[in-house]
């Protein structure tokens, strides 16, 4: 069970958003930056947001983020079927005394 | 370009320990706000953080491995490694390093290497 708490799946057709949600508390997203990856099946993580809504280089900006108080969403507008994928949320922890990062436990989404 | 590649046994036998490196091109590891780190994903399951590395030597480790778990530097060669001990069969994952670029606020992972399966059987 992982610290960060996301929904196992979000579906939603061509074109239409779909939101991900990322659950903490003070002793993570609370206090802390959070990042957003995206992971193709066989594939390393990469990047899609970092320090709660900035977008790296090359991004498009169909991919977003936001957080407020100790939860963090991950928003993708126009959706389309290259954005099939798993994500994970991703920040530090003090919750146990040192600083240890966690990963939530990832969103497959699903473009119907 | 940065580029990060694992390297290590692909099967360990349990209780072993399992020994990776990740050598590092295009960048120095002793580079001020660049942290290294090792990811690992079990089949089927998602990613779980295990230890990460400062340029300066400073450790962070995941509290439920911290006590099979050691990460280390070898800026000679411009790597660095992952040890963890007494395996099972739970540690069977795909494992990958990482960099991270950390500041005095904000961290974030920014590069990743493809990963290395590792099974732990006898």
């Known amino acids: 069970q992982s610290v960060l708490t996301q929904p196992p799946s979000v579906s939603a057709a061509p074109g239409q958003k779909v939101t991900i949600s990322c659950s903490g508390t003070s002793s993570n997203i609370g206090n802390n930056y959070v990042s957003w990856y995206q992971q193709f099946p066989g594939t390393a993580p990469k990047l899609l947001i970092y320090?709660?809504?900035k977008r790296p280089s090359g991004i498009p900006d169909r991919f977003s983020g936001s957080k407020s108080g100790t939860s963090a969403t991950l928003g993708i507008t126009g959706l389309q079927t290259g954005d099939e994928a798993d994500y994970y949320c991703g920040t530090w922890d003090t919750s146990l005394g040192d600083w240890s990062w966690v990963f939530g436990g990832g969103t497959k989404v699903t473009v119907l | 370009q940065l580029q990060l590649q694992e390297s290590g046994p692909g099967l360990v036998k349990p209780s072993e320990t399992l020994s990776l490196t990740c050598t590092v091109s295009?960048?120095?590891?002793?580079?001020?706000?660049?942290?290294w780190g090792w990811i690992r994903q079990p089949p089927g399951e998602g990613l779980e953080w295990i230890a990460t590395i400062y340029y300066t030597g400073t450790t962070y480790y995941n509290p439920s491995l911290r006590s099979r778990v050691s990460i280390s530097l070898d800026t000679s060669n411009n790597q660095f490694s992952l040890q963890l001990s007494s395996v099972t069969a739970a540690d069977t994952a795909v494992y990958s390093c990482a960099k991270m670029y950390g500041s005095a606020t904000t961290n974030w992972y920014d590069s990743w290497g493809p990963g290395i399966l590792v099974t732990v059987s006898s």
């Open positions: 295009g960048v120095s590891i002793n580079t001020n706000n660049f942290f």
């Open positions: 320090d709660n809504y």
